[in-house]
């Protein structure tokens, strides 16, 4: 992993102005997350069971993230990569999952893999949150 220096960090906006936005370029909002905070999250490459993603974490100052009217306030975007285990789970809990379907998703072999050839995806990812960045500018709350 590691961190762009971009200049959407800091910026506030409300959630419903911009999600439509970020997902026109290709960022999704991750279902995973809380009500006080959350991410865009944008695939730059995937080969095989090895992702590389851009995430733009975003905090709520007022609301809820559920809600349109959240403000926010993006924070530092950054590069991950994830390595994803196709194998089969044999931890304690495989049986209990197998049989109950609770869980789907299997845990990475590494959610935070090496990146070769940073530049290459610091400046693809730099590239998508300046676009996103010129399309939100006129929703920037102070």
């Not at 910026?11 to 960022?27: E, N, T």
């Not at 530092?76 to 044999?90: A, S, Y």
Request: proline letters at 3%.
């Amino acid at each position: 992993m590691f961190q762009l220096h971009t200049e959407i960090e800091g910026k506030r906006a409300y959630f419903g102005a911009v999600r439509d936005i970020f997902h026109s370029y290709g960022c999704s909002f991750c279902s995973n997350f809380d009500y006080e905070q959350g991410k865009f999250d944008a695939l730059l490459w995937r080969d095989r069971g090895e992702s590389i993603y851009l995430r733009v974490p975003i905090h709520v100052l007022d609301g809820a993230l559920d809600h349109p009217s959240a403000l926010i306030e993006f924070g530092k975007p950054f590069v991950i990569k994830h390595v994803v285990n196709f194998g089969l789970d044999h931890d304690e809990n495989s049986f209990l999952t197998a049989t109950t379907g609770l869980d789907q998703f299997q845990t990475p072999l590494d959610n935070d893999d090496y990146i070769h050839d940073k530049s290459r995806w610091a400046k693809a990812g730099e590239e998508t949150i300046q676009q996103v960045y010129r399309s939100i500018n006129g929703l920037l709350v102070s």
